[in-house]
């Protein structure tokens, strides 16, 4: 009996753009942007801007576009929040909002290790909206808009706790989150037969999402 042995493939260069360019980019982008947009744009688009719901969407969004396999769209939604983070604490240095020291501190860390786990997850999210297994782009559908909308959720509950403007800001940011969860699950599900059970899906999705974060301590 012998054994046939399978060489691995190299990597393309269409590949490497998948992997590391695309996705290093898109988190530069999002980890400056996020500052950027705090610091410049009033509530509760400033909220918009710094949500966690915000920054797995946009992994979710890059496995989308990528239209690779969902190994891939892991990899590079993994790399995609990594690098935001690191950038999002690298531009608070330079701009001496915070210390060069918490480009690694504790806190930087801890957000790294939730990019990990979000950009897995909704890396490959993102790459079944754009397959053709029915039931994958129903699951991806639904997890997209799912994790908006359970932090949507989370949000409204906790807008009885805060007064004044901060209810105001609070309410708006829940309201919006809720209406860009929707827009993504209209966007990515493209045909009645997939977005009619991804609805019914996002349901517990959103309950799921809402109460991970809760759990976590991911709330405002």
Request: charged share 10%; glycine share 10%.
């Amino acid at each position: 009996m012998t054994t046939l042995e399978r060489p691995v493939p190299a990597l393309s260069a269409v590949d490497v753009g998948r992997l590391l360019i695309a996705p290093v980019t898109a988190g530069l982008a999002l980890g400056v942007g996020d500052l950027v947009v705090m610091t410049h744009v009033s509530y509760p688009w400033a909220n918009l801007a710094n949500s966690s719901a915000v920054w797995a969407i946009g992994a979710f969004l890059l496995g989308a576009v990528l239209r690779t396999d969902p190994v891939r769209s892991a990899v590079a939604g993994v790399v995609m929040l990594v690098v935001a983070v690191e950038a999002y604490y690298g531009y608070a240095a330079f701009l001496g909002l915070d210390g060069v020291a918490t480009v690694w501190s504790a806190h930087a860390r801890m957000w790294m290790v939730f990019g990990v786990i979000a950009g897995v997850v909704f890396g490959v999210a993102g790459s079944w909206t754009s397959g053709n297994v029915w039931w994958q782009r129903v699951v991806g559908c639904a997890a997209g808009a799912g994790v908006l909308i359970g932090e949507a959720v989370l949000s409204w509950r906790n807008v009885d706790l805060v007064y004044g403007t901060f209810h105001v800001q609070l309410a708006e940011t829940a309201g919006f989150m809720a209406l860009l969860g929707i827009a993504v699950l209209i966007g990515t599900s493209r045909r009645l037969s997939v977005f009619l059970p991804a609805a019914f899906a996002v349901v517990p999705a959103s309950l799921f999402c809402a109460a991970a974060f809760s759990a976590v301590g991911i709330a405002y």
